[in-house]
């Protein structure tokens, strides 16, 4: 090589490690850029991970809280049945007699049913008729021209109401 090429040489040279500086340059600023965006992506992953976090932590309460409720439905569901089932049974030995005017038995509505009762069936009760409890339904009327009230009866032997309700039945 002459002399004179190595100036034109030196000159290229130069020129080329300009250009890489300035292409490194070029990279430093992306890589720069590139960094600050992965600082805010690893911020935003980080906030969207406690979000995460804190959706199952609720959606855990809240399939706890099912399963409560869920249990709490089957005990109210078999409940609502006992009650359903307690009341039907205790029903069962009352008895309902309509269209006796009111006052008719005075103050004892149970010693009025026993002896009422033997004279509207032609039945005789041995051991005699027991109340657990008899009453009129509803407040007292104060229209004489209205329906008289009902009077609900419970006896205490289921015997004698099915009896009565025979009877009843066939009249």
Known sequence: MADGDQPATMERILQEITAVSRRIEGMHASISSLTLETKSIRTDIAGFHSWVM??????????THMSTTQ???QDLSY????????EDRSRRDNIRLLGIPENEEDTDVQ????????????????????FQRAHR??????????????IIACLLRHSQTRKILQVARTH
Not at 54 to 63: I, K, S
Not at 79 to 86: A, E, G, M, W
Not at 137 to 150: E, F, I, L, M, T
């Open 54 to 63: 804190g959706l199952e932590h609720h959606v855990g309460t809240l399939e």
């Open 71 to 73: 249990d709490r439905d």
């Open 79 to 86: 409940l609502r049945s006992k009650v359903t089932d307690l």
């Open 111 to 130: 010693a009025f049913l026993i002896s009422v009762i033997p004279k509207l069936t032609s039945l005789s009760f041995e051991p005699p008729l027991e």
């Open 137 to 150: 339904v509803g407040p007292k009327r104060q229209d004489r021209a209205s329906r008289p009230r009902a």
